[in-house]
């Protein structure tokens, strides 16, 4: 999957101009940078949810927006923080929609399999049938990544998935996506705030300023004094810990 | 007011099994329709919207369908049932999906914001449909069907509310679409689901069952609130599991409501509008008061009593607290 130039404007202004990289198959990819770098707009655009005013954005060989929306569900999943339904469906129930694209609803003795198994995977099975409006933030950020899982999709796009969550639960939350990736083999695309996540848990980051990409490349390559002070204009010291650079900053 | 004895159907009375069945099963199958359909109308537009105050009241449908069949009375002044139903539909389609994407242009922060834009919404439409009526000296003629009432129900003039049937039961089959058109836009087009297509052609059904309902007995008020909002607190929000319940509930519910209105002042009736707003709004302004005390925790119908459980809940109402006010 690639992106090529792409664009979006809003009133005459461009909150992504001409960005263009490649997504690397089977990693975790980051994206990170100040608000309003675009970051999120970038997100929006590759998973389709947001139209872009130009670029190309190519999954499989084929522009995303000449996929079948059924049959791209199925090899892309999207999660946005705009999830913050009052809905009262069960965990069991809101996992199942996951496999919405292949059943359209009526779940086979497989789906249900998957299903399960999703709810095992994140450990939600003593919440199954609890409503997910009852449950606290952590424990509902879960149930919605085991209906993602339940979907089954080779590239899971996540759009701040520790917002709003306390240390403990982003930490497992960020221990989850390292664990997609290697378990299940995912290629996982993430926009983060909190850049010591994106250190420690990618493979790569894509580091945006002022709509264009400021720095892509290995954890180690774009986590350097440097690059960070000028994308995000405060000093910063980098230290090695576990093998990983992390950033303190003040 | 003749009566219609058993033993007399069972003795093969001419006279009465006529009457049984020009007048009494009509009336029957007339208010379990529209208690089902009413009920089902109500949970399709909560769910489409996001919201649970919305409702074929508060959404515009009832007072759109209204100005349709005043349209009809009034360029086509032979019309027919059929014909008035067809202006009905039309125009109680179009009020609906004016108000759904007036609503979803505005984005409003509120919840309670939504119905009262479409009670707004309705009074205006409900006051060009009186301004039309008064000019045209309709006012009469038009008030059979601005009280919803039961009296008028006769083999030969009831028979489109049959259309509650079918529609009910496509809103079962798209249960899951508008599931997951009601978990919003992105959580959508994440699944594969076309939003526009399915939030329109939803509001289409649920507005087709208001307006056959309202050509046949009149406005009815509250059933497509109270309703959903019942079954809900006790069954969730998952509409494949609710339906069912819904339509069943609904139509025990508008039944009560006709025997309460035909024995208070037998041998006349009250409209049944007048039953379902006197009880509904009381048992609103109950769920109003429930909702504060209790948020939107659901009522469990398993004894909840052991402490652990107990605890638990406490612990997600408190979070619960914290979520909603955000």
Redesign the interface.
């Given at each position: 999957m690639f992106i090529k130039e792409i664009t979006k404007k809003y009133d005459g202004k461009a909150v992504v101009d001409s960005v263009s990289f490649e997504i690397p198959k089977g990693k975790v990819l980051s994206l990170i940078g100040p608000n309003g770098a675009g970051k999120s707009t970038v997100m929006g655009i590759i998973s389709r949810l947001i139209a872009r005013d130009a670029g190309i954005v190519d999954f499989k060989g084929q522009d995303i927006g000449k996929w079948k929306s059924r049959e791209l569900s199925k090899k892309l999943a999207i999660l946005t923080q705009s999830n913050h339904i009052q809905m009262k469906l069960t965990v069991s129930e809101l996992v199942a929609f996951g496999r919405f694209p292949y059943s359209g609803g009526r779940l086979t003795k497989e789906d249900e399999k998957i299903v399960d198994q999703a709810i095992a995977y994140m450990e939600l099975e003593e919440f199954r049938d609890r409503f997910i409006d009852e449950l606290s933030g952590g424990q509902r950020q879960r149930a919605y990544i085991a209906m993602v899982i339940a979907q089954d999709t080779e590239y899971i796009l996540l759009d701040e998935p520790t917002n709003n969550l306390d240390i403990y639960h982003a930490t497992n939350m960020m221990k989850t996506v390292r664990k997609l990736c290697d378990e299940l083999g995912k290629t996982v695309v993430l926009v983060l705030h909190e850049i010591n996540y994106a250190a420690f848990y990618s493979d790569y980051i894509c580091a945006f300023a002022d709509g264009k990409i400021a720095r892509f490349g290995t954890v180690e390559e774009v986590m350097t004094r440097e690059n960070l002070s000028e994308i995000y204009q405060v000093d910063f010291e980098i230290q090695m810990v576990k093998g990983k650079p992390l950033a303190i900053y003040y | 007011m003749i009566d219609v004895k058993l033993s007399a159907l069972a003795a093969g009375n001419a006279e009465q099994w006529k009457i049984f069945l020009v007048s009494r099963l009509p009336r029957l199958l007339a208010i379990l329709c529209t208690g089902v359909g009413m009920s089902t109308a109500g949970l399709i537009m909560q769910q489409l919207c996001?919201n649970?105050f919305v409702s074929p009241t508060t959404g515009a449908t009832i007072s759109s369908a209204q100005l349709g069949i005043l349209l009809a009375l009034i360029f086509m002044p032979q019309s027919t049932l059929w014909s008035r139903a067809v202006f009905a539909f039309v125009t109680a389609i179009l009020g609906t999906w004016i108000f759904v994407w007036f609503i979803q242009r505005i984005r409003f922060k509120d919840?309670v914001m939504v119905p009262l834009v479409g009670i707004m919404f309705g009074n205006v439409v409900g006051g060009i449909t009186n301004y039309l009526a008064y000019q045209y000296e309709m006012t009469q003629a038009l008030s059979s069907w601005l009280v919803g009432h039961f009296s008028l129900v006769m083999r030969g003039r009831y028979e489109i509310v049959y259309l509650v049937v079918p529609m009910v039961i496509l809103a079962f089959v798209f249960?899951?679409?508008f599931?997951?058109v009601?978990?919003?836009?992105?959580?959508s087009?994440?699944?594969?689901?076309?939003y526009n297509l399915v939030l329109f052609a939803g509001l289409t059904i649920a507005a087709m069952i208001t307006a056959s309902v309202v050509v046949v007995v009149g406005a009815i008020s509250y059933i497509g609130l109270i309703v959903p909002n019942i079954v809900?607190m006790f069954k969730?929000?998952?509409i494949?599991?609710t339906l069912a319940d819904t339509a069943l509930f609904g139509a025990i519910f508008v039944l009560v409501c006709d025997m309460i209105g035909r024995v208070v002042i037998h041998p006349y009736e009250l409209p049944i509008e007048l039953v379902v707003g006197i009880l509904g709004s009381m048992i609103f302004i109950g769920l109003l008061l429930y909702r504060l005390k209790h948020g939107?925790?659901?009522v469990r119908l398993q004894a909840a009593s052991d402490s652990g459980c107990g605890a638990a809940?406490s612990r997600?109402a408190v979070?619960?607290g914290g979520?909603e006010s955000s």
């Open positions: - | 996001m649970k919840a249960a899951n679409h599931n997951i009601g978990m919003g836009k992105d959580f087009k994440n699944l594969g689901v076309h809900a969730g929000d998952k494949r599991g939107r925790r659901s809940a997600a979070s619960q979520g």
